[in-house]
Each structure stands twice: as structure tokens, then as C-alpha cells.
């Protein structure tokens, strides 16, 4: 049997006839090529993310520890072979994202004159072909008796701005683990110019 197209390829593998032997392994060195890749993407992934926590941990913790121990701002290094000059430079690192049960968090921003921060997100499920529904629902929600979701939060980029603000001008620091907040040290790398 001889195949000349996809089409026939096709067409002979749903067809009762059987498939010729050599296009039969064709298709298996083409199967085995698939889950060959799938298999190593995986193990990419995997290994990108051992090398991302190791990155993460010399990164913010163990280079900030050393700098702070040798009271070290910034260090450099030398290009090297074809690898480039960089500096080192710890600095503050702040970082808020409100708990999923945020309310403590809330209720605290609100009570020490912060809530103007807060901001009501609702959520609204509409199917894709409603484009008046929607136009309607801007302006009357209530009124169109649909289900949403009202959530009260405070977006995180706002709030590690105010965790920043508030520790580095003001010189307080709020409850951090109400407010979801890590605030440290890190050590960035910049390429030297």
C-alpha cells in the first residue's frame, strides 16, 4: 500500500485494512519523540524551580545575613571570562498581600485611619454574549437582581507602599502578620555599566 499524503496516512489507520509496518513505526518514533519531550520539559521545570528557591534563599537570606554580619552595602564583581561585571547592593525589601481572611487586616486600617486604602471588588459572572446585560449591570446592579461577590481589599502594590512609608518616614511599624506583610532585606544584582 503506498501513501503519498497525510490524508491517506489517515485514512489507512481508520480504515480495517492494517497499517503498513513502516509507516506503523513512524508513527511510534513519532509518539515516543512526544512523550520523550514531555518528559524532559518536566524535568526542566523542576529543575527551574530547585534553581529559582536556591536564587531565592542567597537572595534573601544568606547574602543579606553576610552583608549585615561585615556591615556591607554593596560589593562587586569583576567581569570574568565572558560572564559581565555586576554589583551587588542589599537593600530594604517590603512586601504586602493581605490574607485571604483579611478582616483583622482590614478592621486595623480602618481603626488607625487608613481606610481609604480599602476598596470593594465585586465579581460578577455574566456569560460572553451579554454585552447589554453588562452595560446595565454598571449602572444598576441591584436593581437586575444578579448574584456577585463583594470582596473588601486593599491592592497589594498600595499596600507594601504604606508598609514602606510607614516604616521608613514614620518610623512605625504596623502588625505585619495581619497584614500579610514580609519586610527584610535583599540583595539585588545590578550589571555594571
Given at each position: 500500500?503506498?501513501l503519498?499524503?497525510?490524508?491517506?496516512l489517515l485514512?489507512?489507520?481508520?480504515?480495517?485494512?492494517?497499517?503498513?509496518?513502516?509507516k506503523?513505526?513512524?508513527?511510534?518514533?513519532?509518539?515516543?519523540?512526544?512523550?520523550?519531550?514531555?518528559?524532559?520539559?518536566?524535568?526542566?521545570?523542576?529543575q527551574?524551580?530547585q534553581?529559582?528557591?536556591?536564587f531565592?534563599?542567597?537572595?534573601?537570606?544568606?547574602?543579606p545575613?553576610?552583608?549585615?554580619?561585615?556591615?556591607?552595602?554593596?560589593?562587586g564583581?569583576?567581569?570574568?571570562?565572558?560572564?559581565?561585571?555586576?554589583d551587588?547592593?542589599a537593600?530594604?525589601?517590603?512586601?504586602?498581600?493581605?490574607?485571604?481572611e483579611?478582616?483583622?487586616g482590614?478592621?486595623?486600617?480602618?481603626?488607625?485611619?487608613?481606610g481609604?486604602?480599602?476598596?470593594?471588588?465585586?465579581?460578577?459572572?455574566?456569560?460572553?454574549?451579554?454585552?447589554?446585560?453588562?452595560?446595565?449591570l454598571?449602572?444598576?446592579l441591584?436593581?437586575?437582581?444578579?448574584?456577585?461577590?463583594?470582596?473588601e481589599?486593599v491592592?497589594?502594590?498600595?499596600?507594601?507602599?504604606?508598609i514602606?512609608?510607614?516604616?521608613e518616614?514614620?518610623?512605625?511599624?504596623?502588625?505585619?502578620?495581619i497584614?500579610?506583610?514580609?519586610?527584610?532585606?535583599?540583595?539585588k544584582m545590578k550589571?555594571?555599566?
Amino acid at each position: 500500500m503506498k501513501l503519498d499524503s497525510k490524508s491517506d496516512l489517515l485514512k489507512a489507520i481508520k480504515s480495517s485494512d492494517s497499517t503498513p509496518a513502516d509507516k506503523l513505526k513512524q508513527i511510534r518514533d513519532m509518539a515516543r519523540a512526544m512523550r520523550d519531550l514531555s518528559l524532559e520539559i518536566a524535568d526542566l521545570k523542576e529543575q527551574t524551580d530547585q534553581k529559582q528557591k536556591l536564587f531565592t534563599k542567597l537572595s534573601m537570606t544568606d547574602l543579606p545575613e553576610l552583608f549585615s554580619e561585615h556591615h556591607l552595602k554593596s560589593i562587586g564583581l569583576d567581569a570574568e571570562g565572558n560572564l559581565p561585571a555586576y554589583d551587588m547592593v542589599a537593600q530594604p525589601y517590603y512586601k504586602a498581600v493581605l490574607p485571604e481572611e483579611s478582616d483583622p487586616g482590614l478592621r486595623w486600617l480602618e481603626e488607625n485611619g487608613h481606610g481609604d486604602m480599602i476598596k470593594r471588588v465585586y465579581t460578577v459572572k455574566l456569560q460572553m454574549d451579554s454585552q447589554e446585560e453588562a452595560q446595565s449591570l454598571r449602572s444598576f446592579l441591584e436593581e437586575h437582581d444578579l448574584a456577585f461577590e463583594e470582596k473588601e481589599t486593599v491592592p497589594w502594590a498600595t499596600l507594601t507602599a504604606f508598609i514602606k512609608e510607614q516604616i521608613e518616614k514614620r518610623r512605625a511599624t504596623p502588625p505585619l502578620d495581619i497584614l500579610g506583610a514580609i519586610v527584610g532585606r535583599v540583595v539585588k544584582m545590578k550589571p555594571r555599566r
